[in-house]
């Protein structure tokens, strides 16, 4: 175990001044809140020898209205975003999300760029940008590339990022009602998550996205929740169906399984969880595009 600091310390001032920073060095690692890195360097799982500081760069900070959609830079708090009104009218299950953040200090000083690089199955927010259809923007050498949450988070301790890329923004499109749920443990860290997303017209589903974390080592889609959705009313018997869909969504081998809750119970959390997600979505407002 080492508690060293790495060598070099930068407080970088831009985005280009990152980029450059990053570009061919593989031993850099850029800090924004700490919340996830810093316990990493002190157990001595990450051994960067160069730490670039973005926290001062404003742009990559805020939420506004932007093209159909809400953008929100990667520096933007958990809690800031929970408490935006934006958030709330147009990304409702964003809001909830990160307003479920379990520790005070977490809340106030983890970013949401941060949380989508680590995608952790107990953190809230990636559940929540994939079911609300998010795109993941990142600046690296060869310029800016826009990521579909679907690609972001490819397998277990796996984001789409390179390591010479800067998460810079998120985008979250506009249309739908949606809601977020979780468990919590002993901890403050959700179990298991569910979000999702609903296009309704009147009382039909037009089409639904449905995403769990907690319950393989990455958020997923869940595909036969949505077909049960799509196309029918939104009404207690469907969303009892769709939440047993749910069960044949999950590979029961593949279930994260570890001291907190094994595989079995994690199941039965994403059926009944799954359901409470969308009574959430449901009865949340709706939201012109
Ligand atoms: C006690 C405790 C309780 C917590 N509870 C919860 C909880 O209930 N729910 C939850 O979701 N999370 C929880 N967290 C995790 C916390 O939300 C995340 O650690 C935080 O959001 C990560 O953001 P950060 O700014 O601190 O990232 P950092 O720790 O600074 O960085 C994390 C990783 O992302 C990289 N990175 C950061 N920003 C960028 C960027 N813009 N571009 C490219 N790479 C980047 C870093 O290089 C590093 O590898 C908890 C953390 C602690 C310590």
Not at 185 to 200: C, D, K, N, P, Q
């Amino acid at each position: 175990m080492s508690n060293q600091l790495p060598v070099e310390y930068v407080e970088a001032e831009s985005v280009d001044a990152v980029l450059e920073l990053l570009a061919g060095d593989s031993e850099t690692r850029i800090v924004a809140g700490g919340y996830s890195l810093v316990p990493r360097l002190k157990d001595g799982i990450e051994t960067p020898d160069r730490l670039v500081d973005i926290s001062g760069i404003d742009a990559l900070r805020g939420i506004s209205r932007q093209d159909g959609g809400t953008r929100i830079g990667a520096l933007t708090t958990h809690d800031r975003i929970a408490a935006s009104a934006t958030v709330r009218d147009h990304a409702r299950a964003l809001a909830e999300a990160t307003d479920s953040v379990g520790d005070y200090q977490a809340k106030h000083q983890g970013t949401i760029g941060g949380n989508l690089v680590v995608a952790d199955p107990k953190y809230d927010a990636p559940a929540a940008v994939l079911a609300l259809g998010g795109t993941i923007v990142v600046r690296g050498p060869n310029g800016r590339r826009r990521i579909d949450a679907e690609e972001w988070f490819c397998g277990p301790d796996e984001t789409a990022i390179e390591p010479d890329e800067l998460l810079t923004e998120i985008a979250i499109p506009d249309g739908a009602r949606s809601g977020y749920i979780r468990t919590s443990e002993y901890s403050g860290y959700a179990i298991v998550s569910v979000a999702a997303r609903l296009e309704t017209d009147g009382g039909l589903v037009e089409s639904a996205r449905v995403a769990v974390n907690g319950a393989k080592p990455y958020p997923i889609r869940l595909p036969r929740v949505e077909e049960t959705l799509a196309g029918g009313t939104l009404d207690d018997e469907r969303r009892a169906r769709a939440a047993d869909a749910a069960l044949r969504d999950v590979d029961p081998g593949t279930l994260v399984a570890n001291e907190v809750a094994d595989g079995r119970h994690r199941l039965g959390l994403v059926r009944s969880y799954c359901q409470q997600a969308l009574e959430r979505a449901s009865v949340s407002p709706a939201v012109d595009s």
